[in-house]
């Protein structure tokens, strides 16, 4: 099996920041992207942030300059910091992740709860 938990959600003053991080554990041979979704109330989710294994990033063009992605793979950990927040960035974050089991296996997306960070103005 494999679980992606995050933390780091909670509410929070429009103009601050806040951390979240997702940490994967299970079955892992391999990670080759993991990534930040949040979906607001009545809207569909959407990406707002991916990291390759190789350290490249991806951003929602709303969310340029303000949050950073980053990853540790020795601890099987991303990060998201997101800076200058704002009320409209008011969503449950998800973490997914892109990985393989085993050498043998073809990856598989994985995604966790979710952490809901409220942003007030």
């Known amino acids: 099996q494999v679980q992606l938990v995050e933390s780091g959600g909670g509410l929070v003053q429009a103009g601050e920041s806040r951390r979240l991080s997702c940490v994967a554990s299970g079955t892992i041979y391999n990670i080759y992207l993991m990534a930040w979704y949040r979906q607001a109330l009545g809207k569909e989710r959407e990406l707002v942030a991916h990291i390759t294994s190789g350290g490249s990033t991806k951003y929602l063009e709303s969310v340029k300059g303000r949050f950073t992605i980053s990853s540790d793979n020795d601890k099987r950990t991303a990060y998201l910091q997101m800076d200058s927040l704002e009320p409209e960035d008011t969503a449950v974050y998800y973490c997914?992740?892109?990985?393989?089991?085993?050498?043998?296996?073809?990856?598989?997306?994985?995604w966790g709860q979710g952490t809901q960070v409220t942003v007030s103005s």
């Open positions: 997914s992740a892109h990985i393989a089991k085993s050498a043998l296996r073809r990856p598989d997306d994985y």
